[in-house]
């Protein structure tokens, strides 16, 4: 869990300990009241358990705070979307994900996407893209849309092309190599990330695998300065503390200079490519 989630549950738990407190409550008074363990409260307050909706409504119904009740649930459901496991995105297949993704980059004007392993899907071919969800219906066991979601994931490239969207994408060479769908289907990615290079608004750079290690990173990708999205293998987590954005502001930074562009990253593609075929 992120320090962004929890700072958000801390401070969540500060307002309702103030209400608790206006009201002229103990945490004992209220969780008698309530029919909880008096420890719920104290774990809720000091930010350490997430309350649920029911929770919010039965706490400002015992303070006399009903009037608060819409607020402090939406801020619990904006908590909720901060850190949110795969086997909830996915467990209606991936169709769905690929559609929220929409939304959220068609308010974002700059882009900046680090990926150690594989090809952002921004840049994939349908074949990558369906061999990469093919793997996670495997591996999460969910309803196998694969074709949808592909679809899905072609539609969300168009942004590449409309509007003034701009895109830094950041590749690891280790990413060149790692076989997704097979040597044609590499082919064909590969190829398809040299022609990406040419579509204005579109920056891509390649770090060499013998570079300098300068940072700690995973991958991750943010969009402007307000949001950094952070998969890992068990969750997507959606980073909005300013202080942790800054501190991927400077990474990626750092990746930039440790990254080749133009003619020294098609080299280290067309080497790679040539592995395919």
Known sequence: MSSTVHQARESLGHRLRDLRKDAGLTGRQLAEAAGWYPSKV????????TPSEDDIRQWCGQCGAADQIDELIATVRHIESMYVEWRRTLRAGTKRRQEASIALEAETELFRWYEPVVMPGLVQTAEYAAAMLSTLVRFWQIPDDVAAGVAARMERQQILYRGVHR???IVAEQALYTVV?????????????????????????????????????????????????????????????????????????????????????????????????
């Open 42 to 49: 104290s774990k809720i307050e000091y930010g350490r358990q």
């Open 167 to 169: 895109f830094h994408f």
């Open 181 to 277: 769908g097979g040597p044609a289907v590499m082919a064909g990615q590969l190829d398809r990330v040299l022609t990406i290079m040419g579509v204005p608004r579109v920056h891509l750079g390649v770090v060499p695998a013998r570079h300098r290690y300068t940072v700690p990173t995973n991958g991750f990708c943010m969009l402007d300065d307000r949001v950094v999205l952070v998969e890992t293998v068990s969750a997507e987590l959606t980073v909005t503390q300013p202080r942790e954005i800054a501190l991927y502001s400077r990474a990626f930074d750092a990746l930039t200079k440790a990254a080749k562009y133009g003619k020294a990253a098609k080299s280290i593609i067309t080497d790679a490519l040539v592995t395919y075929r």
